[in-house]
């Protein structure tokens, strides 16, 4: 299982960015995927999780209405476009394969992509 995130970097407050997760070495379809963050020194915070077909969303209240995931399930690519970005978004943010296991949240992570909010 390989899951790869790409577009961060560093952003004015207000501005956007658009995230990619590229994933390989699983059946990516059958598997609801989620974006993690974790800033600097805090412990991860589940921002968002998606259905394997894309129909169903759920987001954190914190980014609820800002926020937006999506998946291509022919390119086996997971997006979370981020929008009127605050300071309080930096972050690394994971993308994150959702465990079929009651025992586990997620099982598998990527090695995340900067987020920088900053002036």
């Known amino acids: 299982v390989q899951l790869v995130e790409s577009g961060g970097g560093m952003v004015q407050p207000g501005g956007s960015v658009r995230l990619s997760c590229a994933a390989s070495?699983?059946?990516?379809?059958?598997?609801?995927m989620a974006w993690v963050r974790q800033a600097l020194g805090k412990g991860p915070e589940w921002v968002s999780t998606i259905n394997t077909g894309g129909s169903s969303t759920y987001y954190a209240d914190s980014v609820k209405g800002r926020f937006t995931i999506s998946r291509d399930n022919a390119k086996n690519t997971l997006y979370l476009q981020m929008n009127s970005l605050q300071p309080e978004d930096t972050a690394l943010y994971l993308c994150?394969?959702?465990?079929?296991?009651?025992?586990?949240?997620?099982?598998?992570w990527g090695q995340g992509t900067q987020v920088t909010v900053s002036r």
């Open positions: 070495g699983f059946a990516f379809s059958n598997y609801d």
């Open positions: 994150a394969r959702v465990s079929k296991s009651p025992k586990l949240d997620w099982d598998y």
